[in-house]
Antibody, heavy 120, light 109 residues
Framework: QLQLQESGPGLVKPSETLSLTCTVSGGSISSSSYYWGWIRQPPGKGLEWIGSIYYSGSTYYNPSLKSRVTISVDTSKNQFSLKLSSVTAADTAVYYCARLAKVFMVVDYWGQGTLVTVSS | EIVLTQSPGTLSLSPGERATLSCRASQSVSSSYLAWYQQKPGQAPRLLIY???SRATGIPDRFSGSGSGTDFTLTISRLEPEDFAVYYCQQYGSSPVYTFGQGTKLEIK
């Protein structure tokens, strides 16, 4: 059974960089059938796709966040990571890592999510 | 950028009733790339429908999806207590970009 687990600080100061890692178990991140991505959800609000990465390292970002986002992959550790720079309170959200199936471009597996609060 | 608008924002129904949720796109969407998710409080979303009308693995047949172009519908034929949740539609477009609707909350009347 595939599992995704987010890890990283739950509190980040304004103007600093948010860093999260997703560890994938029960499956290989090097599968050609999937992308791996990050999606966030501010408290009480809807879902926002942040970006995705292929095992080869090709990346795709939400245009609204592109200038601040970097997603990377480490196939040797079966992990992928998110960096979001210059954070503000508006970046406070539950951050989910996810597997995105190429066939229908849907999120078929989600991590449990991790709340990241931006506050001084 | 394609915008997905879901209606109604909140739907109040009783167990056993039929629920019809709408997702309207600002421009035509490929049916292959329209999906629906269910989210319960404190949980990650769960994939219900992909390709506009195909049920994901393990999803009961009371859930069905339909539509094409700019208008898509999620129907729950007979509501069970566990179906009360928030539902999101999602589309994949060129660029590539994933877009979600703002959600419909299905609450017990």
């Amino acid at each position: 059974q595939l599992q995704l687990q987010e890890s990283g600080p739950g509190l980040v100061k304004p103007s600093e960089t948010l860093s999260l890692t997703c560890t994938v178990s029960g499956g290989s991140i090097s599968s050609s059938s999937y992308y791996w991505g990050w999606i966030r959800q501010p408290p009480g609000k809807g879902l926002e796709w942040i970006g995705s990465i292929y095992y080869s390292g090709s990346t795709y970002y939400n245009p609204s966040l592109k200038s601040r986002v970097t997603i990377s992959v480490d196939t040797s550790k079966n992990q992928f990571s998110l960096k979001l720079s210059s954070v503000t309170a508006a970046d406070t959200a539950v951050y989910y890592c996810a597997r995105l199936a190429k066939v229908f471009m849907v999120v078929d597996y989600w991590g449990q999510g991790t709340l990241v609060t931006v506050s001084s | 950028e394609i915008v997905l608008t879901q209606s109604p924002g909140t739907l109040s129904l009783s167990p056993g009733e039929r629920a019809t949720l709408s997702c309207r796109a600002s421009q035509s969407v490929s049916s292959s790339y329209l999906a629906w998710y269910q989210q319960k409080p404190g949980q990650a979303p769960r994939l219900l429908i992909y390709g506009a009308s195909s049920r994901a693995t393990g999803i009961p047949d009371r859930f069905s999806g339909s539509g094409s172009g700019t208008d898509f519908t999620l129907t729950i034929s007979r509501l069970e207590p566990e179906d009360f949740a928030v539902y999101y539609c999602q589309q994949y477009g060129s660029s590539p970009v994933y877009t979600f609707g703002q959600g419909t909350k299905l609450e017990i009347k």
